[in-house]
């Protein structure tokens, strides 16, 4: 199903959220279209890849799409970088930490037409273009992959904000954003506590998004927070978190047996 998060006639934004076949974790796929210009946020894989072109067809001429984006390198992310190679003119845009592995992922007679194609992301940043509009590239580095990036769309004051926020809901809800947010804690705790890096990068992000002051966070799994009274409890929360490296003692560096006892 396609969801229209913004349209002002010329400037759309889109979310698919049930397109993943399978057993794959449910993940959101975003559109920005411009002027005619688009940009794809975070396609997936070949779990997405036919199912998610069908439905960008209804929006856009797919083979000119001016960019596919990976906030990071993980297999939810951008594993179907050879299709889009293949199937469109795309520019790739990528964490240059990761500009050396991502041809990991495409067919080797792909990777040097994606060489050509590709824009590599500086740890600090960058604003990109779709058409005339800018969609702005904000650091969040261990949140949760180590060279990772958020995308800030001004003319919606979305930000997608990739893993962070992620939470793992019942399909029916997705489209709803979060109203009662300790409600909703419980559907995503677990798995900020495992993968956002420490607290420490939580609060640094924080303070960077309360200056950027978005009035939508968009994530690439589960629910989204709207409006400004559940991002503030959205981020307070993040603020106090626990997390990652901060969790970790000496019982998780164990030998799963003594040597010797391997057999
Ligand atoms: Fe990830
Ligand atoms: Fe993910």
Redesign the pocket.
Known sequence: MTIELYNDGNHKCFSYEDIVAGHGVQSNQFLIVHDGHAALIDPGGDLTYSNLYEHLNHEITVKDLDYVIAS?Q?P??VSSLSHWIAGTGCKIVVPAIWERFIPHLCRSAKVREMQKRLIAIPDKGMALHVGDSPLVAIPAHYL??EGNFQFFDPVSNILFSG?LGASFVELETLSDPVTDFAAHVPHMEDFHRRFMGSNKILRLWVNMVRELDPDWIVPQHGRSFRGKPVIGEFLSWLEGLECGIDLMTQDDYRLPKRPGEWL
């Open positions: 990071h993980d939810d992310i949760h992959s893993d």
